[in-house]
């Protein structure tokens, strides 16, 4: 049975991945504050603090050492206007989308080497180019260039290895993400990608045959750009 560990598999894409997972009989690992529901193992974890991943990462080495996959989904908006943007908002959106996801593939990095094991990073549209819509999102843009680049390093570092990185530039899909942040509830749900569609492409991408390396590709709805 396959073993594949998703931060953030407790709402949204995560745990529609998760969904998706369990229907294909794999032993899924959410990694979050909250747990997900029934069928999927947690770590219960804060990935602004370090030692919650430490802690995280001890589980892991104890229990789960035998991982195949890893999901680097976990995000937040951070969002604030440009002109005022706090310091502990910036640290905080800093410490969960980019130093979170990059420490814990360091602290894995041995296992995943050693297990094959493939690593997939959530990142979004907003870090390849600029365009509307990305207004009082600094710290998110910011943020998820970081991962980018931490991608890059690791994707090379691993090509002398078994295992692959595929970094995902996702566009936007239907969520609470914004709505948590700071309140703004989606009503045009049409207009946004379905997280249970994103999960069979996502499932596709984390059982992908060995021969195959996808360094990186973009997810969006038909005919957008960003
Ligand atoms: N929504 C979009 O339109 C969109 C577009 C492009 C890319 N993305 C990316 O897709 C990914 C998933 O986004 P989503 O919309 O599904 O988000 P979401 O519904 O808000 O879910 C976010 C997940 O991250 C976890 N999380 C948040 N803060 C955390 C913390 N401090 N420690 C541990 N886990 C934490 C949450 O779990 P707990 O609250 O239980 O901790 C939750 O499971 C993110 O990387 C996001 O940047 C989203």
């Not at 943020?143 to 690791?154: P, V």
Request: proline residues 2%; positive net charge; charged residues 25%.
């Amino acid at each position: 049975m396959k073993t594949i560990i998703i931060t953030g598999a407790s709402d949204g894409l995560g745990k529609a991945l998760a969904e998706a997972c369990v229907k294909n009989n794999m032993r899924v690992i959410n990694i979050s504050r909250t747990k997900s529901f029934s069928g999927v193992e947690n770590i219960c974890c804060d990935l602004s603090k370090q030692e919650d991943i430490d802690r995280a990462v001890e589980i892991i080495k104890e229990k789960y050492s035998d991982f195949n996959v890893l999901v680097n989904n976990s995000a937040i908006v951070g969002y604030e206007p440009i002109n005022n943007i706090s310091y502990e908002k910036f640290e905080r959106t800093w410490k969960i989308n980019t130093i979170a996801p990059l420490y814990l593939i360091s602290k894995l990095y041995d296992l995943i080497v050693k297990n094959e094991a493939d690593v997939l990073n959530i990142g979004t549209t907003h870090s390849q180019h600029a365009h509307p819509g990305i207004e009082n999102q600094l710290a998110y843009c910011a943020t998820k260039y970081g991962l980018r680049g931490g991608s890059y390093n690791i994707s090379m570092e691993l090509k002398k290895t078994k295992s692959r990185l595929i970094h995902v530039y996702m566009g936007g899909f239907q969520s609470r993400m914004h709505e948590k942040d700071y309140g703004n509830v989606m009503t045009d749900h049409e207009n946004w990608m379905k997280p249970s569609d994103l999960a069979e492409i996502l499932l596709y991408l984390v059982n992908l045959p060995k021969g195959i390396e996808i360094s990186e590709i973009t997810i969006n709805r038909k005919g957008r750009r960003g």
